[in-house]
């Protein structure tokens, strides 16, 4: 058994509170058991320099953690972000992208922004997670006003972490398993089950491929859990 009691396979209790911020055009906390995780979409009816006479759209993201989600006060990175910072926030914008046909989507901006409340293990997963719902009700918000086509988005995309601990695959890491994992992976998988982006490190030893391929194969048993948590809020 795992520190909190779970089997190898199991993932923690997952929560998804829609419309937690009123103000935002799509807006969910999710929970993964400790780890918590509000997620904002704001459209803005403008786009980056770069992007303007495209006659598509852009979705992007931004990713911070608050002071206290963390046993120890975490700095706000209000001068400069470091690299982890901009490396997450890029990762959640790639993979909302992938799921999204931006030249429906018409010249704005559709900002998601992700502050985790709380952190215990896989917060930029459940930012991935989370970020797709509240995308998803952005969305719906505009077609209802008919500032978009259907199809802006073409599936679903969600996000789960896993790590080899104690010589045991494990399915959604919490703090202290991540800590303790010799090798620790990030896999985002679309809704028909492409993949968008797999993240391995071995901490120790090196890992072999029959060990990416087994936790590839877990990886889908976690996706498909919170593809169906997705659709049970979006439904609604």
């Known amino acids: 058994m795992r520190v909190d009691g779970r089997r190898w396979d199991e ?18 906390l999710i929970e993964v058991g400790g780890t918590r995780v509000l997620c904002n979409a704001s459209v803005e009816e403008s786009l980056p320099r770069w ?12 990713y911070a953690m608050l002071p206290r989600s963390t046993h120890r006060r975490t ?5 400069s972000q470091a690299g982890r910072t901009h490396e997450i926030r890029r990762l959640i914008g790639r993979s909302l992208r992938a799921v999204a046909d931006l030249s429906r989507l018409g010249e704005r901006t559709i900002i998601l922004d992700c502050d985790v409340i709380q952190a215990d293990g896989g917060t930029r997963t459940a930012a991935i997670t989370g970020s797709y719902v509240a995308l998803a009700l952005a969305v719906e918000r505009l077609a209802a006003a008919r500032l978009v086509p259907d199809g802006v ?3 679903q995309v969600a996000a789960i972490s896993l790590g080899w601990v104690g010589g045991q695959l494990l399915l959604d ?5 991540d800590a303790a994992a010799a090798a620790d992976f990030n896999v985002v998988v679309t809704g028909d089950g492409q993949l968008v982006e797999v993240q391995g490190t071995a901490e120790g030893e090196p890992f072999s491929r029959r060990a990416l391929d087994a936790v590839l194969d877990l990886a889908d048993k976690g996706i498909g859990e919170l593809l169906a948590a997705q659709r049970q809020i979006l439904e609604k």
């Open 75 to 79: 700095p706000r990175e209000t001068v």
């Open 153 to 155: 988005l073409a599936g």
């Open 11 to 28: 993932m923690r209790p997952v929560r998804m509170t829609p419309g937690f911020v009123p103000y935002a055009e799509g807006s969910v």
């Open 51 to 62: 992007r303007q006479g495209s006659g598509a759209g852009w979705i992007t993201a931004e």
């Open 173 to 177: 890491l919490c703090y202290t398993e």
